[in-house]
């Protein structure tokens, strides 16, 4: 997922800076069990010779709604590690910031965390966006960064280049991946004729191209192909641009847009009566249950997007039952990509252990070969160590799947489809594999 740039002021590295030596100074004032700000967690152990990671996701700003979890997934994975006795001998350290959903702010944030925190890990960014800023400064200063949500496949390509130098991977499956499972999820329900409307980022721009290829590739027209209907990240008003995409008469929309201004363009489709009688097709970027009511009501009192269907990288991995018990335990509701942010954390974690070093090279150097080399398969992290530390190689199997990275640190996931009901919430109806992309027997409809 991608976000759109945004300025902070620029003194804020200064400032930041300058924080984190007050923080410092009063970290022993601290209440042990906060969160954020920078703050080391009650994972922290308090052993400034065990392994750092850091956190670097969205608390503020456009994706903070579907962000905002899954500093908690990490937390509990780390918590996990230290009460089975930590990594090489000593308790995990762990830190987070907040991103604010910009990149510049990432920036800032990630280079606090590798060049004043000095960890050796970070789980982050969320937004494409952010990641794309903060993944220069990690493999500059020899971090390894897994990201638990950016999708954009611009990374897949950065990676072949070299620019990472092996410090970039994701738990999360590359939207090369997705908009195939949105093509084929299409073609499924019969649509000839779809359009596409897509933020102008990274995100948008590289979903778009890969879906219309995916679904000409199945048989299908792409109204607006000639012509795409992209939008400004920062526009408020969305009148021609919703008009522009419905003038092909689809049978559906691509709709590639993040909750904020996703929102806004689609309510401006239903004013304009232009929406009637097309289905909205959502991809992870609008995976939000506060999405429905943004775009809001209809005079009788319906959600204008009832009935709206998507896809999300889902989560289906060998360690899925245990996470979701572990989490369910803590109250909170299951959303999406926890499983992905624990994922991201025990690969880590588990590459510093079996590195036997707490460094970002070390890490980087055995983070492929636990999550997918030759070795005991094992979803449990405790019984992952103790094999790690009697000297054996593990292949790790996750909850959101089995992370197997590739050379570029991509991994091919499957993808739930969901759908808004009629009383507002996001319910998954099936899944969908990139695996099966060319077994899909339906036909188009005429």
């Known amino acids: 997922m991608t976000m759109p740039n945004r300025r902070i002021q620029p003194k804020l590295a200064l400032v930041m800076a300058l924080l984190t030596t007050v923080a410092s100074l009063l970290t022993s004032c601290t209440d042990p069990t906060e969160t954020g700000g920078g703050t080391p967690t009650a994972s922290s ?43 090489n001998g000593a308790p995990v350290t762990l830190i987070s910031e907040d991103d604010q959903s910009d990149p510049s702010a990432g920036a800032s944030a990630m280079t606090k965390l590798t060049e004043v925190d000095k960890v050796s890990g970070v789980v982050g960014a969320f937004g494409s966006g952010v990641s794309t800023a903060a993944a220069d400064v990690a493999a500059k200063n020899k971090v390894m960064m897994i990201s638990p949500g950016s999708t954009s496949p611009v990374f897949t390509e950065r990676a072949k280049a070299g620019k990472y130098q092996g410090y970039w991977a994701r738990t999360a499956p590359p939207d090369t991946y997705q908009a195939k499972a949105m093509a084929q999820l299409a073609f499924k329900k019969g649509f000839k004729k779809v359009a596409t409307i897509a933020i102008n980022n990274d995100y948008g721009v590289g ?40 003038e ?15 929102s806004l363009l689609l309510k401006a489709a239903y004013e304009q009566g232009l929406s009637k009688g097309v289905t909205i097709m959502l991809p992870d970027g609008a995976y939000s249950p506060k999405f429905p009511d943004q775009v809001g009501k209809t005079a009788d009192g319906k959600f204008i997007i ?58 980087a150097s055995k983070v492929r070969e636990v999550a997918g080399g030759p070795g005991e398969e094992v979803s449990d992290l405790c019984q992952a160590i103790t094999l790690l530390k009697a000297g054996k190689k593990i292949n790790y199997q996750g909850a959101s799947g089995n992370v197997d990275l590739d050379a570029q640190g991509d991994v091919i996931g499957t993808y739930d489809i969901w759908q808004v009901q009629p009383d507002g919430t996001l319910k998954t109806i099936d899944k969908v594999s990139f695996e099966t992309a060319k077994k899909v027997e339906a036909k188009p409809a005429k």
């Open 248 to 262: 092909g008469k689809p049978q559906a929309l691509a709709t590639i847009v993040y909750p904020d201004t996703g």
């Open 207 to 246: 979903f778009e191209k890969e879906f219309v290829a995916a679904f000409k590739g199945l048989g299908g027209t792409v109204t607006n192909e000639a012509k795409p209907t992209r939008y400004d990240p920062k526009a408020t008003t969305f009148d021609s641009e919703v008009k522009a995409a419905f």
């Open 306 to 363: 009832e009935g709206a269907i998507g896809t999300v990288p889902g989560a289906h991995g060998k360690a899925l039952e245990d996470f979701n018990k572990k989490w369910l335990a803590t109250g909170k509701p299951l959303t999406s990509y926890l499983q992905h942010s624990w994922d991201a954390t025990a690969l880590i974690m588990l590459a510093a252990q079996a590195a036997k070093t707490n460094t970002g090279e070390g890490i």
């Open 45 to 87: 152990g308090g052993d400034s010779k065990g392994l750092k990671i850091g956190s670097l996701l969205s608390n503020t700003g456009d994706t903070a709604s579907i962000a905002q979890p899954l500093p908690n997934a990490i937390k509990m994975a780390v918590d996990t590690v230290n009460s089975c006795g930590g990594i």
